[in-house]
Every structure is written in structure tokens, then in C-alpha cells.
């Protein structure tokens, strides 16, 4: 804080500060010149100037601020004084000495002829860390002022930019004004209230086209390049790598946070070769507070003006012909929906369902991705904040929509079962559209603490674009993780086509889905598939029901849905459970359908990045999805009563039930002594027994025994007790000291999940009355001291623990564990935590059982994961211990947020980038602020961020073998996680587990994502469209004879011989014939997978990678068609024998939905002419398509390809 008190005119003293000697000081002849000037002015001002200067480099910098302007007399009268008094307020990061302001005086006033004249009088250097209360600027004139820190500024920085100087007089926006005269807003800050915005479905429109205007950008790029470079570039061309949206809050001076950067979907492989970026385009909003909700359409800005970014910005389109509304057109646009309410927020992504986008207006120009789907092009780009997709296998970006009202008639005619609650009565239905108003503090007091959530699978449907020539899997079944269960895979389900007759529509229900009985039909019990999960008080530890709460608020559950019979996968499905919530209600139900995406990779994709779902889920870019099909299922949660059974007193008794088994075994003889006893006490009592026999034998009937016999017998005896009395001098020690160890033995059980730090503290105690240095020994790695005072205080927080946090405190030996020094008779708290990265069998997929809607069991009360142990001791410096810790470690299956499934050469390493989401939108962030808008109060101890604040990122891994790290970048730019993995053999699937933290000490995890590996064989094959290529694979038979059938992703392009099922013998090499026959260009992977048909095992896998070229294209066409509801149309084109000799040709289309031939095949004599047949199908759909026909000769070798371009309109 600067205040400007005064300046006046002074005799000059030794206390002087000297002037500055550069031009504009009072000591250059010029500034006398201005000096004099004065006198010929007319009401004559002054004013001060202030500006930050570098005088290491001679720079300017930040903004040059100036004072009111207050009326002065000529100074050459007697002394006068020019009062200020304005505060001036900076903050800044820089503290160098040569870092200065330089300030300086202004006049102005008017000529003769009435003009306003600005004359500078000189200048003077402040020395912000000087202590010097005035400043020389014009010669026997000085500055009074005071500069001093101002704190309470500090929690006003963010709406200041740095090295800005501004007036407290000045009004500044997110500052309410000041109390009082003074009017400084800046000596008692006081901040405006915030409020939250919600922006949803964002669309973007740039003219005349998305394509054209990048087109043209380009080409200037290139253009500017080639001028300065003077060279072409280094790869020939220029291409898009990534766009970007950034989304601030601006106050008029400044970002107040820094922009959240969103990545828009973009159609890149790699950004590796990411150079330079640019800013095209900007918009600005300035929300009225009286508006709840609307939707805003914004003219995107570009073009030399003033911009937020203070950047050069992409130029607009020249407008001088245009009005004002095409102006606003030209330039492009942005629209949105704009809320305040914060209930509607967990159902933004339901309105969000396509994010933002850039509109593509329709192109003439066909598609050239070499591997982009047979859908329509995709018509606007989507951004980064609500697609629930997942690298791997895609995931829709809808996360569920309500069947329709034909669509519900039919499932409640196929007689599905219907979900009760607890009093009989049919679960109330919940809309997928409706609100869902949360309130965290009436869910926790629901009094019933139990909740039965049920997975009801109905059907899964074909969509109105696939091909109704593509081939539809016969049964399927799927693979899933609801919360921390086990990872669950169904049993098979049977598809079953409906009855539709006189159904109109095409994207209605069609395939109801029914179990498969034990002989491999179709069961005749009631359809669908019903999994229920029980979470109640015993499933749940303590503290974990609002977490639960918060999985089901904003998680999604990702659903893989599996072809039954080749054990390929389908596609992915994702759902919301925020329906779930009951909020009170005894019972609540959802039917929803859902798209199921499959993705389709490019090769040698090195790099997996995309945008952000506001799941927290990652879409890849430089893949293709396509919606493969819709599954019904429905949902709900059914609230259970909590039985409380009387048990009976011997059960929770044990000196009851001694004394109740002693009866029993006086009543039932020897039997009742046999189970109370052990081993041990039996063969005593039968030895004590025999003896006995023996001796009454003797009284009666042997007297006459000899006397030597006898003397053996004691002989014998006394040896005996000799060795007794040995055995019990040898082991008295040992039982002495286990006796006294358990007296200082503390045991515990902890339950730990997967990267979670379990932390505890152990009151360590010395029993004695002289000091100690107590050594720690651990006998597991996975349990570790807290060494770091920092970290301790950090866990202790967490845990709202309040004993004492001790610096230094323990002493770390080379060759000795860590040290502690104890007083006589004192407690120290040693900080411990338990942290494992290793998973067991219990996350592994198991197959559940047939039965239908059989509980899946739960994994708190009998989970396969073998226990673990761990023991800690505190030896004294006699090397005695004072003390023994031994744990018991109970792992228990943990959440997973995103599921990866990579499919690669075996023997081969796999290297991918997984891009993270804004940290704040993942579904793992703090609870803060994950439930702030549901006013839940926080987790002690979770971290805090804000959007603009991007914490560290730490990765770890479940398999040690697999190399993951992230790297640290600069502010605002998107982070990934890389992958480095070794594939197996074929067709092993190796998974594991990624964990991402975003605190330091790796306290808990935002996100665990689960990856599987695929390891294929890798089989290169090289082609061309249209034309059939041949190849041989080598099958290799297992220990016994196997029935086996080849199935592949691709139906209509990869055909094998043997077709069906065949027999692969034992031990034997057979040859598996394939024939491949792509249907467009580029460079694709293909699955063919080999599979038992008796048993459903994979007996081997290959990847194809095909590179395949479309042929030269001879001749050209172009028709017209009508779109709609037709009969098609019949074409006729010739076709000329080049040969002499008469010749076979067979006729193939890249789009046989949409053509068909007359003839599959003719025959045409040597420079002869044929007329081939056509007939083209209707679309629906208005736009076009290129459709290529391909004449290929008797081998099936391509001979010419023609394209026909067809126009629906």
C-alpha cells in the first residue's frame, strides 16, 4: 500500500533524494521548457503518474496508474502544495531491489485557442523497499508519502492482477463498496457473495463451416510459415491437432480464477508433435442476477480488439457489405443453457447429454478417415464434460433414457418379474428425466439402514442404423462392478426375437433377453436376468454409509456387454444410479435404455487422450465408436427392515455352556467326555486307565509274578519320569516367555481396500524406571512408520485425531530399524499406516451362479482373499522386547471408477496415454466438493481445491511389472497417465489396477481404474478394397479332443473355412483359412477368436491388422434419389472386356445395404459389352453417399471400381 500525501515546493536540503538525469526530469533543459509553458496556460491541473519499472532491462511493466487532478497556482510564487492523499494498492511477487516505480508529474491545461495541453514536469524513482518518506520529482519540489504492507489486501488478490496498481477510490468489481467517508474499499476488503452458475449443453457454429474455417486457418498457418521460414514444413503438412475451450470468470481486470480448459474431441493420433496454439475465437457474458435459467445465443468475437486473454485472436470474416445481424452471424456463434439451481445439478448430465460441441454443417465432400464408421459423420464435436465413455470399450454419452411407452407395454407383457418392497407393493417408478432432490442428511436417517439394490436385465435391442444384413449374437451375457463387490459375470442369456408385427419404428424393443437352461436352450421360467445386492450395517464399516450414499449420487456403473457365443466383446454401457437414492421411500425403481457403444482403434495408437466425462470418465480420441445396440434393464433400490433375532445364552456365554457341556457329558458317559476334551487329555486318561487294569490284574490273579518283572516295570516308570522332568526343564523357559509375551502383546484387525492408507496410532509405553531407546522391527512392507512430521499431521486430521505431533522424533540407523528414546514410565503415540497396492483372487471376474435372482454373496462376511499378518516389535536396548503389535489384515474389495481394455500383439509392450478429467469433476474428488451442492458437510481430513487449482497428481500400480507415471505440466494444461506393459502369450488377459491420487502422502484415491490386457496374435495382412485376400492361420490342439468354431468381429469383410463347428484333434496342427475382403480404406484391427462351443473357452485369439488401399477409381457417376419411405430405383451401367477372350467377373459393393446387384456374377465375350443391373435401396436420411462397385476377374482380383455418388433428397 502506496499513499500520495503531498507534493510541495522545498528549499533543496542535504535529505534531498537526486533527480533522475534522463529526458523528463527537472533537470533537463526540455522540462524547464515545459516548466515555463505553464505560464501561458489556463486553469492548469496536475496530476501524479505511477508506473513499475525494471531497471536491470530497461522495462516497463504492469499498468501506469494516475491520481485525480487538482488545481494548481504557478510554482514560481511563493510555496505552494498540492494535497493528494489517495491510496494506491499493488501486490506483486517480485521483491529485487532493481524493481522500481517511477513517478511523474503531469499538468495540463488549456491554450489560448482552447485546446487541452499534457506537459510532463519530471519524474522520480520510489525504491518500493526504501524507507524514505519523500521523493525529488521537479527541481526544489518533493513528494511526501508513506508505503507500508497492507494484509488485509491479501484476500482480495484474486481479483487483482498481479503488478497492477489501482486506486482504493476505484470501484472494483466482486468488492463491495466502503463503509464510511473515505470511501477506500481497500483498507477493509470486503468480498461479494459468489454464486454458481450451471452452463449445460454448450454448441458452438463457425462459419460458413467447421471444416471450411479450419481449412482456411490452415492455410494461413502454412502461408505465414513459408514466409518466415522460408521453407516448407518438416512434415509436409499442417493439421489440428486439439481444440481447446477455456471457461473463466473475468472481473473486467482479470481472470479471478484461472480458466478451466476442457479438450474438445479432436482427431488426432498423437500430440507429440503438439507446436503452437491459437486463440480463434472468444465470447463474454455477464449474467443478470435476477435470471434463474435460460438459454443465451452469444456472437463469438476475433479479429484486432481488446480480449480477456490480451492475445492476438484469429482474424473475422470481412463485413463491410454485411448488416449488423449477419455481422453477429459471421463471425459464429455460441449458445447454452444457463442455471443457478444447485438441485438440478446431479441431473446435468442427463441434460448434458452431447456436452458442448462445434456444429459441422453438412459437407459435400465425403468422409477420407481411413477408419471411420459406416455412420453418418458425426455432426458436431463433443466436448469434454458429461460423456461417460471409457478408453477401451466406449461408453454412450447418454447414461440412460425412458423407454418408450410401446417399448414398456411389451416388457410388461413378457411377464418380467416385478420388484416389491418390503410391505408387497409394487416400487415407485422414477422418471429418468425427473430432478432427483438430494438431501444427504435425510438419506443418512433413514431408518432403514439396509438398502437391496436390484439389477433387473430385460432386453437388448438392435438400433435403427445397423444393417439388417449384419449378423445378430445369439446369446450374451455381462460383466460389471457394483461398488466394492466382487466384479461379477452373468450367466449366458438367450436373445429372443419378438413378435412385431404391425410395429412401426425401427428403434423399437426387439430382443427380449431369457436364460439358458442346463441343455443350452431357452429356459421356459420367467425372462430376464435379476441380481440383487444387499448393503446393510454388517456389509457396511463403520462411517461408510454416507460414502456408499455418495457412490450411488455420482457414480455411474459401467456394464460390458459380451456376444455369448464368440466371446467378443459388443460394446460397453454406462448408467447413472443417482435414481437409487431413496430419500426416504420404502422402494424406488428405474427403466432405462441405454446405448451400448463398441470403439474401434486405429493402429499404432501411442498415444490415448480425449475428453472428459463429468463422471469423471475419459473418452479416447483417434478411436471410432459406433452404437452397437440398446439395453433395457431397470433399477431399483428396495429398503429392508433390520431384524434383530435373540440368540441363546450359551451361544454368547462361554462359562454357561462349559458348565451345560459338563452336564451333557455326565449324563452321556464317555462320549460327552470325548468332545470336551482334547487328544491330549483323552490319551492320558486311556494310559491312567490301562495302568489301573493292570494293577487290580495283579492283586487278584498274579501274585506270583516275579519280583524281576516288577523291578523292570519301576525301572521302566522312573525312566519315564526322568524324561518328563527333562521335557518340562526344557520348555519352562520357553512357556515362561510366551506367557509373558502375551502380557505385552496388542492385537488388532485391520480392514484395508486397494491404495488406501489405513492409518492408527499405537500408545507405545515404557513399563520400566529407566530411559530406553527402543528399536522397530516390521515384519511386513506393507506396514510403515510415519516418518514425516508433515504427513503425520496430515493423517492425523483426517481422523480428527488430537494426541501430540512430535518433530523428529524417531532416529533412522543404517543397519537397525528406526529408534525411538522413552522416559521411565512414558507413553509416546508412534504413527503408523498400512498400505497395500496388491490385489488377490477376490477381484477377479467369478461366475455367478444360474440360479435366477439368487443374492450374490457378501464379500465383508466371507471373502476369498486370504488374510494377512503383520507383527511389530519394540525391543528395549537389551534387546528384550517391551512391547509386540500383531495385525491382522483383512483385504476387502474396493471400488472401481473406470474400466480400460486393450487389445495388442502378444509378447509385445503396450504404451498408452490416458488423459486425466479436471481433477474437481471426478466422481473420487474430496466430499467437499463432490457434495457441496448437496449441502453435505465434509470429510475431515479430504483435500480442498477449486477448479482453477490443479493439486498434485501421483500414480500407483497393482502389478509392479507394469512401469506408470504421470508427469508435472504448467498450469491449465491436461495431464496423463502413461502405461508401459509387457502382453503375454495368447490368449492370456492380464489385468491390474491404476490408483490416482491428488494428495501428496497417497492418502486416498480420487480414481482406481481397472485395466485388461488382451494378448493376441498379431497377423499383418496388406489389401485392397473390394478384393478378396487369402491367408492361412495355424491351429494348434490342446490335451484332448475340442469342438471348435472360428468367430470374428467383422462378419461381412473376414470369412473362414472350416465355417462351422469342426474338431480340432489333440496334439495335432491344423490349418485355419481365411479370406478377407475389406469394405473401405485405412488402417484397421480385426478379432478372430477361436472358442470351444461345448464348453465357452477361448482356445486361441488373433488381431489382424489390416492396411488396406481402395483401388483406382475408372469411372464416376452421380443419381438422385428420394429419401423417405420407397421401393429403390433401377440403374443400368456398361462394362467393356478389355481382353480378347471371354472372362468371369463377380460384382461387390462397399454398401450392399444400399445396392444390389442383378447379377452377382457374368460373363462377357472378349471387347465385348455388358449392362449390369442396379438396384438401389431408400434411406431414410437426407444427405449423401459414395457407393463404390468393385469388378474383380475369376481369382477375385480387383479389375476396375466404379463410384456412384448418391444424392437423397
Not at 184 to 197: C, G, H, N
Not at 519 to 535: A, I, N, R
Not at 717 to 730: C, F, G, P, T
Request: with cysteine; charged share 20%.
Amino acid at each position: 500500500m502506496c499513499t500520495l500525501k503531498a507534493l510541495h515546493r522545498k528549499s533543496t536540503g542535504p535529505g534531498a533524494q537526486e533527480l533522475h538525469t534522463s529526458p523528463g526530469s527537472a533537470a533537463d533543459p526540455y522540462a524547464k521548457q515545459n516548466l515555463g509553458l505553464l505560464e501561458v496556460l489556463s486553469e492548469v491541473e496536475c496530476h501524479l503518474r505511477v508506473s513499475f519499472f525494471d531497471a536491470t532491462y530497461r522495462h516497463f511493466f504492469g499498468r501506469t496508474w494516475k491520481t485525480t487532478a487538482k488545481p494548481i497556482k504557478q510554482l514560481s510564487r511563493q510555496l505552494s502544495r498540492i494535497v493528494f492523499n489517495e491510496p494506491l494498492y499493488f501486490h506483486t511477487s517480485l521483491s529485487h531491489p532493481n524493481i522500481v516505480a517511477v513517478v511523474e508529474v503531469v499538468t495540463e491545461g488549456k491554450k489560448r485557442d482552447g485546446t487541452l495541453q499534457t506537459l510532463s514536469c519530471g519524474f522520480g524513482i520510489l525504491r518500493i523497499f526504501s524507507k524514505n518518506k519523500h521523493m525529488t520529482l521537479i527541481e526544489n519540489c518533493s513528494l511526501q508519502y508513506t508505503l507500508k504492507p497492507h494484509p488485509p489486501l491479501e484476500p482480495a488478490f484474486h481479483l487483482l492482477p498481479e503488478n497492477f496498481l489501482v486506486s482504493g477510490l476505484q470501484p472494483i468489481p466482486g468488492l463491495l463498496a466502503a463503509h464510511g467517508e473515505t470511501g477506500d474499499a481497500f483498507r477493509k476488503p470486503r468480498l461479494q457473495k459468489s454464486v454458481t452458475w450451471y452452463l449445460d449443453d454448450l454448441f458452438f457454429t463457425l462459419y460458413p463451416s467447421l471444416e471450411k474455417f479450419e481449412e482456411e486457418l490452415l492455410g494461413l498457418l502454412v502461408n505465414d510459415y513459408f514466409r518466415e521460414e522460408g521453407g516448407l514444413l518438416d512434415g509436409g503438412t499442417l493439421e489440428i491437432l486439439e481444440r481447446r475451450l477455456h471457461v473463466g470468470v473475468h472481473n473486467g481486470l482479470g481472470f479471478v480464477q484461472r480458466p478451466q480448459v476442457v479438450v474438445l474431441a479432436a482427431s488426432v493420433t498423437s500430440l507429440s508433435n503438439l507446436a503452437c496454439m491459437h486463440l480463434v475465437r472468444w465470447a463474454v457474458w455477464n449474467p443478470l442476477p435476477e435470471a434463474s435459467s435460460g438459454r443465451v445465443t452469444l456472437p463469438l468475437q476475433g479479429g484486432i480488439q481488446p480480449n480477456p486473454t490480451h492475445c492476438l485472436v484469429y482474424k473475422v470474416p470481412s463485413a463491410s457489405m454485411s448488416s449488423e445481424e449477419v455481422k453477429q452471424i459471421e463471425s459464429g456463434t455460441i449458445q447454452f443453457q444457463f442455471s443457478l439451481s444447485s438441485e438440478d445439478h446431479l441431473d446435468t448430465p442427463t441434460e448434458l447429454a452431447s456436452g458442448p460441441k462445434a456444429e459441422r454443417r453438412p459437407s459435400r465432400k465425403s468422409p477420407t478417415s481411413p477408419s471411420s464408421p459406416s455412420a453418418p459423420v458425426p455432426q458436431g464435436l463433443a466436448a469434454t464434460q458429461d460423456s461417460p465413455v471409457g478408453p477401451g470399450p466406449a461408453l454412450p454419452r447418454n447414461s440412460g433414457s425412458q423407454l418408450s411407452r410401446a417399448s414398456m407395454v411389451l416388457l410388461q407383457s413378457s411377464g418380467f418379474p416385478e420388484i416389491l418392497d418390503a410391505n408387497n407393493q409394487p416400487a415407485e417408478t422414477v422418471h429418468p428425466a425427473d430432478p432427483v432432490k438430494f438431501d444427504p442428511q435425510k438419506e443418512e436417517s433413514d431408518c432403514f439402514q439396509s438398502n437391496e439394490i436390484v439389477l433387473q436385465f430385460l432386453a437388448f435391442s438392435r438400433v435403427a442404423q445397423d444393417h439388417r444384413g449384419t449378423p445378430w449374437p445369439k446369446t450374451v451375457y455381462f460383466t460389471f462392478q457394483f461398488y466394492r463387490f466382487p466384479p461379477a459375470t452373468t450367466p449366458r442369456l438367450h436373445l429372443v426375437q419378438l413378435d412385431l408385427t404391425g410395429k412401426s419404428g425401427s428403434g423399437s424393443l426387439s430382443h427380449i433377453l431369457v436364460p439358458v437352461s442346463k441343455e443350452d436352450s431357452v429356459d421356459t421360467g420367467s425372462p430376464g436376468l435379476q441380481l440383487k445386492y444387499m448393503v446393510d450395517p454388517e456389509f457396511l464399516k463403520p462411517g461408510e454409509q454416507r460414502w456408499f450414499i455418495h457412490y450411488l449420487a455420482v457414480q455411474t456403473l459401467q456394464i460390458d456387454v459380451w456376444d455369448g457365443d464368440s466371446l467378443l466383446l459388443i460394446g460397453s454401457a454406462a448408467v447413472q444410479m443417482k435414481h437409487l437414492l431413496r430419500q426416504g421411500r420404502p422402494a424406488v425403481q428405474v427403466s432405462l435404455e441405454l446405448d451400448v457403444m463398441a470403439t474401434e482403434y486405429e493402429q499404432d495408437m501411442m498415444v490415448l487422450s480425449g475428453d472428459v466425462a463429468g463422471f469423471g470418465s475419459v473418452k479416447p480420441i483417434g478411436v471410432h465408436t459406433v452404437v452397437k445396440g440398446r439395453l433395457h434393464m431397470t433399477l431399483a433400490n428396495v429398503a429392508v427392515k433390520n431384524v434383530v433375532q435373540a440368540q441363546k445364552l450359551a451361544d454368547v456365554d462361554s462359562e454357561l455352556a462349559a458348565m451345560l457341556m459338563t452336564h451333557t457329558r455326565s449324563n452321556k458317559g464317555p462320549h460327552g467326555a470325548s468332545r470336551e476334551a482334547d487328544a491330549v487329555r483323552r490319551r492320558k486318561l486311556e494310559r491312567m486307565r490301562s495302568v489301573r487294569l493292570q494293577e487290580c490284574r495283579g492283586e487278584t490273579g498274579s501274585r506270583g509274578t516275579s519280583l524281576l518283572a516288577q523291578q523292570s516295570a519301576r525301572v521302566q516308570h522312573s525312566r519315564d519320569l526322568q524324561v518328563i522332568d527333562a521335557y518340562r526343564e526344557r520348555t519352562k523357559a520357553e512357556s515362561i516367555t510366551s506367557m509373558l509375551s502375551l502380557a505385552i502383546t496388542t492385537r488388532h484387525t485391520l480392514y484395508v481396500t486397494l491404495g488406501t492408507a489405513e492409518f492408527f496410532e499405537f500408545a507405545l509405553k515404557n513399563p520400566h524406571n529407566t530411559q530406553h531407546t527402543v528399536t522397530i522391527e516390521i515384519d511386513n512392507p506393507e506396514l510403515s512408520l510415519i516418518l514425516d512430521s508433515r504427513e503425520w499431521r496430515f493423517f492425523k486430521d483426517a481422523a480428527n485425531l488430537h494426541t501430540p505431533v512430535e518433530e523428529d522424533m524417531f532416529r533412522l540407523h543404517s543397519s537397525l530399524g528406526p529408534q525411538l528414546y522413552l522416559r521411565p514410565r512414558e507413553t509416546a503415540h508412534v504413527p503408523f499406516k498400512y498400505q497395500s497396492f496388491s490385489v488377490g483372487p477376490a477381484q477377479t471376474s467369478a461366475e455367478l451362479s444360474s440360479e435366477k435372482g439368487k443374492d450374490i454373496g457378501s464379500p465383508w462376511q466371507s471373502s476369498p482373499v486370504p488374510t494377512k499378518h503383520a507383527k511389530v516389535l519394540f525391543r528395549a536396548s537389551s534387546g528384550r522386547p517391551i512391547a509386540v503389535l500383531c495385525l491382522t489384515v483383512e483385504p476387502q474389495p474396493h471400488v472401481v471408477d473406470q474400466v480400460f481394455r486393450f487389445y495388442h500383439p502378444e509378447l509385445t509392450f503396450l504404451k498408452k496415454a490416458i488423459r486425466l478429467p479436471p481433477w474437481h469433476t471426478l466422481p473420487g474428488r474430496p466430499v467437499e466438493k463432490a457434495l457441496a451442492r448437496s449441502d453435505v458437510s465434509p470429510v475431515p481430513g479430504a483435500p480442498v481445491g477449486m477448479p482453477g487449482e490443479d493439486p498434485p497428481i501421483h500414480v500407483r500400480c497393482s502389478d509392479p511389472n507394469v512401469i506408470c507415471e504421470t508427469q508435472n505440466v504448467g498450469p491449465g494444461e491436461p495431464r496423463d497417465v502413461f502405461l508401459k506393459v509387457a502382453s503375454g502369450p495368447s490368449p492370456e488377459v492380464k489385468d491390474f489396477f491404476v490408483v490416482i491420487y491428488a494428495d501428496r502422502w497417497l492418502a486416498a484415491p480420487v480414481q482406481t481404474w481397472q485395466v485388461y490386457l488382451h494378448s493376441l496374435q498379431r497377423v499383418d495382412v496388406s489389401c485392397v478394397t473390394g478384393q478378396l485376400t487369402r491367408l492361412s492361420l495355424v491351429l494348434r490342439g490342446t490335451q484332448t479332443v475340442r469342438k471348435v468354431r472360428a468367430f470374428t468381429s467383422h462378419p461381412q469383410e473376414l470369412k473362414t473355412d472350416p465355417k462351422g463347428v469342426f474338431v480340432l484333434p489333440p496334439l495335432g496342427v491344423q490349418d485355419l483359412h481365411v479370406g478377407v475382403r475389406p469394405r473401405r480404406a485405412g488402417s484397421r484391427f480385426v478379432h478372430l477368436n477361436l472358442v470351444d462351443v461345448d464348453y465357452h473357452q477361448l482356445v486361441a485369439s488373433w488381431l489382424l491388422c489390416l492396411s488396406c488401399r481402395q483401388p483406382l477409381i475408372s469411372k464416376a457417376f452421380e443419381i438422385t434419389l428420394a429419401a423417405g419411405e420407397g421401393k429403390g430405383t433401377n440403374k443400368r451401367i456398361t462394362y467393356t472386356n478389355p481382353y480378347p477372350s471371354r472372362r468371369t467377373y463377380h460384382l461387390h459393393s462397399d454398401h450392399p445395404d444400399l445396392l444390389q446387384f442383378k447379377e452377382d456374377s457374368f460373363q462377357v465375350g472378349g471387347g465385348e459389352t455388358y449392362t449390369i443391373g442396379l438396384r438401389f435401396a431408400s434411406r431414410q436420411t437426407v444427405g449423401e453417399e459414395e457407393i463404390l462397385i468393385y469388378i474383380n476377374d475369376h481369382e477375385d482380383k480387383n479389375e476396375e471400381a466404379f463410384c456412384v455418388k448418391v444424392i437423397y433428397q
